[in-house]
């Protein structure tokens, strides 16, 4: 089955450690993105990319880190520079990189973070 | 980034018709209008998008004011299932921008 798998579902750290979230597509598509939720909200955009070695900061890139080595593959590290990390973070994947005014964007189920 | 206004809740019958607004007043002439929607702890799922025309699809149908101005999403024929946050998204260049959107609660 095609789609977008990010593990883990629940991921718990500490204050202070950086923490990297997976996330892979077997869609073939060339743009994957990076959100973040938080409880009663939209998604804002943290980082995304159009295509391999090639990434863009979103509205809220400060304090994560990302990077696209592969097609299918795109992670997103917090580090610990980011100051209200506990949220819900969500993948998704979309088939080209020219333009999202009509491409269809694929999410992952998200990884629920919780810093403690 | 142009904005979309969306009631934040709306409550409909199982087996009736649901029509959710969205207005974007500020929307541009290459913008599309697209409806995404999230169930409970899962990633937002596809609903349908549209420039100009009205559109439908087998999930739900969408109707664009002739000024572009404001849309509406046409879920004919309510379930329980389509119980969810429904985002309304104007499609710039390279992003989408999620807003609060409306959360949709049906009842049996």
């Known amino acids: 089955d095609g789609g977008i798998t990010q593990s883990p579902k629940y991921l718990f750290r500490k204050e202070g450690q950086n923490v990297t979230l997976s996330c892979e597509q077997n869609l073939n598509h060339d743009a994957m993105y990076w959100y973040r939720q938080d409880p009663g909200q939209g998604l804002r955009l943290i980082y995304y990319s159009q295509i391999v070695n090639d990434f863009q900061k979103g509205d809220i890139a400060e304090g994560y880190s990302v990077s696209r080595e592969k097609k299918e593959s795109f992670p997103l590290t917090v580090t610990s520079a980011q100051k209200n990390p506990t949220a819900f973070y969500l993948c998704?994947?979309?088939?080209?990189?020219?333009?999202?005014?009509?491409?269809?964007?694929?999410f992952g189920p998200g990884t629920r973070l919780t810093v403690l | 980034d142009a904005k979309t206004t969306q009631p934040n809740s709306m409550e409909s019958n199982e087996e009736e018709p649901v029509h959710l607004p969205c207005n974007h007043s500020?929307?541009?002439?290459?913008?599309?209008i697209h409806w995404y929607r999230q169930l409970p702890s899962q990633g937002p799922e596809y609903v349908i998008h549209?420039?100009?025309s009205n559109v439908n699809n087998r999930m739900a149908s969408l109707a664009i004011a002739e000024d572009r101005k404001s849309s509406t999403l046409i879920l004919h024929r309510a379930t329980l299932r389509d119980a969810a946050v429904y985002y309304c998204?104007?499609?710039?260049?390279?992003?989408?921008?999620f807003g609060q959107g409306t959360r949709l609660t049906i009842n049996p």
């Open positions: 549209g420039l100009t």
């Open positions: 998704a994947s979309s088939l080209t990189s020219g333009t999202a005014r009509t491409d269809t964007q694929y």
């Open positions: 998204i104007l499609a710039g260049a390279q992003k989408l921008v």
């Open positions: 500020t929307i541009s002439g290459t913008d599309y």
